[in-house]
């Protein structure tokens, strides 16, 4: 996932913008591996192999 692409994520329950990084495995251009944390709701989304699934945890 490429990191300005953090600028544009939202949380997929409440909605809330910008989302927190937890980074794994990345570079400063790449991230590989993580978790992207809502602050708002506590809702996570997992980075695996550079792709963030958005996809409600409820729903996955």
Do not use: F, W
Request: proline share 12%; with cysteine; aromatic share 4%.
């Amino acid at each position: 996932m490429k990191r300005p692409l953090l600028d544009l994520l939202a949380c997929s329950v409440c909605r809330y913008h910008p989302l927190l990084l937890d980074e794994v495995k990345g570079d400063s251009m790449d991230i590989e591996e993580g978790t992207l944390t809502c602050p708002q709701c506590g809702a996570t989304y997992p980075i695996i192999e550079s792709i963030p699934n958005m996809i409600p945890p409820k729903d996955r």
